[in-house]
Nanobody
Framework: QVQLAESGGGLVQAGGSLRLSCAAS????????MGWFRQAPGAEREFVAA????????DYADSVKGRFTISRDNARNTLYLQMNSLKPEDTAVYYC??????????????????WGQGTQVTVSL
């Protein structure tokens, strides 16, 4: 079992920044590839970013490339998402997800076994 808890969401003006965190517990964090997804009202859950279990490989959705950075601290069992130059279209609930036992990243929700409860990010004009 892996438990995930996101934090750091909130309301920010367009052009601003937020840093999301995802605290993991349970199975050894460094054994999991990790990802961030988001879901806006009425939309499907979409891929945002992913990172390999060692942190050496990252993958990003085109819509966030150059603005968002995914990172992890395996010593602290924590995943991060630094979001800069935020746009209103980034408004969504953001979820972290884990792929226990996998080294490489994945961009589809069904590749992940464990999910957090989500944190709301709202970007105003």
């Amino acid at each position: 079992q892996v438990q995930l808890a996101e934090s750091g969401g909130g309301l920010v003006q367009a052009g601003g920044s937020l840093r999301l965190s995802c605290a993991a517990s349970g199975r050894t964090f460094s054994n999991h590839a990790m990802g961030w997804f988001r879901q806006a009202p009425g939309a499907e859950r979409e891929f945002v970013a992913a990172i390999s279990r060692g942190g050496g490989s990252q993958d990003y959705a085109d819509s966030v490339k150059g603005r968002f950075t995914i990172s992890r601290d395996n010593a602290r069992n924590t995943l991060y998402l630094q979001m800069n130059s935020l746009k209103p279209e980034d408004t969504a609930v953001y979820y972290c997800a884990a792929r226990p036992g996998f080294t490489v990243t994945a961009t589809t929700p069904d590749a992940y076994n464990y999910w957090g409860q989500g944190t709301q990010v709202t970007v105003s004009l």
